[in-house]
């Protein structure tokens, strides 16, 4: 008999709209090259917009049956993925009426180092010889200095889905976590590679408080998981939550 190591069910959900990307949004407009919010970016936290958002995914996860909703919850450790988090805990979303975030730090943005803070015209004109080796490598090998790639962070979500295997195998798991994040795990899970990821990338933003959903066949250890949703907006066009889908505060870099 064949044992199951992989949840019954993945959820990834963005984080919704956040301070930080209001801020970047004025920045870009106004052809600044600092983003112009003074907090690290781990304590940025959700818009008012942003805080609506998540409390509209709740109550879409609130709305499956019980049965079908997640039983565990994990969330990045930056302040707007758990403020996401608690409001979907807060609204019904995991069966059972379960409260508790698993934070794992795994599930963290992708770190910018240097260009922390800075709009894309602010990269150029201050790092101008990283900028063009950025432009020359590619966005997902290239690590500004004190970062990571998004091969770096790759790296990390391979080590925090190993953890779900082992702790949550047959469970319904949610993961509340940032862009770049739910990107690489659809690297991960569907054993991508970096022409495809950055192709489906360009294609659109993932939008904040999107959903992305992924089934897995216990009977077939060695098949790839299935796609089931992609940057899902149902819960914020029913709720009349506006859609948003800034890329998170470094938008030159992600």
Same mark, same amino acid.
């Given at each position: @008999?064949? &044992?199951?190591?992989?949840?019954?069910?993945?959820?990834? &959900?963005?984080?919704?709209?956040?301070?930080?990307?209001?801020? +970047?949004?004025?920045?870009?407009?106004?052809? =600044?090259?600092? $983003?112009?919010? #003074?907090?690290?970016? &781990?304590?940025?936290?959700?818009?008012? =917009?942003?805080?609506?958002?998540?409390?509209?995914?709740?109550?879409?996860?609130?709305?499956?049956?019980?049965?079908?909703?997640?039983?565990?919850?994990?969330?990045?450790? *930056?302040?707007?993925? +758990?403020?996401?988090? +608690?409001?979907?805990?807060?609204?019904?979303?995991?069966?059972?009426?379960?409260?508790?975030?698993?934070?794992?730090?795994?599930?963290?943005?992708?770190?910018?180092?240097?260009?922390?803070?800075?709009?894309?015209?602010?990269? +150029?004109?201050?790092?101008?010889? %990283?900028?063009?080796?950025?432009?020359?490598?590619?966005?997902?090998?290239?690590?500004?200095?004190?970062?990571?790639?998004?091969?770096?962070?790759?790296?990390?979500?391979?080590?925090? @889905?190993?953890? $779900?295997?082992?702790? *949550?195998? #047959?469970?319904?798991?949610? $993961?509340?976590?940032?862009?770049?994040?739910?990107?690489? @795990?659809?690297?991960?899970?569907?054993?991508?590679?970096?022409?495809?990821?950055?192709?489906?990338?360009?294609?659109? %933003?993932?939008?904040?408080?999107?959903?992305?959903?992924? #089934?897995?066949?216990?009977?077939?250890? #060695?098949?790839?998981?299935? !796609?089931? =949703?992609?940057?899902?907006?149902?819960?914020?066009? !029913?709720?009349?939550?506006?859609?948003?889908?800034?890329?998170?505060?470094?938008?030159?870099?992600?």
């Amino acid at each position: @008999m064949q &044992v199951s190591h992989w949840p019954a069910r993945l959820w990834l &959900v963005r984080h919704g709209q956040s301070q930080g990307n209001v801020a +970047r949004d004025h920045a870009d407009a106004r052809g =600044l090259a600092e $983003i112009g919010i #003074d907090i690290r970016d &781990v304590d940025v936290p959700l818009s008012d =917009l942003g805080h609506e958002q998540a409390q509209a995914t709740g109550r879409w996860f609130a709305a499956l049956p019980d049965e079908q909703r997640p039983e565990v919850i994990l969330s990045s450790p *930056y302040l707007r993925a +758990r403020q996401t988090a +608690r409001h979907i805990c807060e609204a019904g979303g995991l069966a059972g009426g379960k409260s508790r975030t698993v934070v794992d730090e795994r599930l963290r943005e992708r770190e910018f180092g240097v260009f922390d803070g800075l709009t894309t015209l602010g990269i +150029r004109e201050r790092f101008p010889e %990283e900028a063009a080796h950025r432009t020359r490598l590619g966005k997902f090998y290239h690590r500004p200095p004190g970062g990571e790639s998004w091969a770096d962070v790759i790296l990390r979500l391979r080590s925090a @889905m190993n953890s $779900i295997n082992l702790h *949550y195998p #047959d469970r319904r798991v949610l $993961i509340v976590c940032h862009q770049v994040v739910v990107l690489c @795990m659809r690297y991960i899970l569907e054993e991508l590679d970096e022409p495809t990821i950055l192709k489906i990338d360009r294609q659109s %933003e993932v939008l904040n408080c999107g959903i992305c959903a992924f #089934d897995f066949q216990p009977a077939e250890l #060695d098949s790839v998981p299935k !796609l089931s =949703l992609w940057n899902q907006a149902a819960p914020l066009e !029913l709720e009349r939550a506006p859609i948003t889908s800034e890329p998170d505060k470094m938008t030159g870099t992600r």
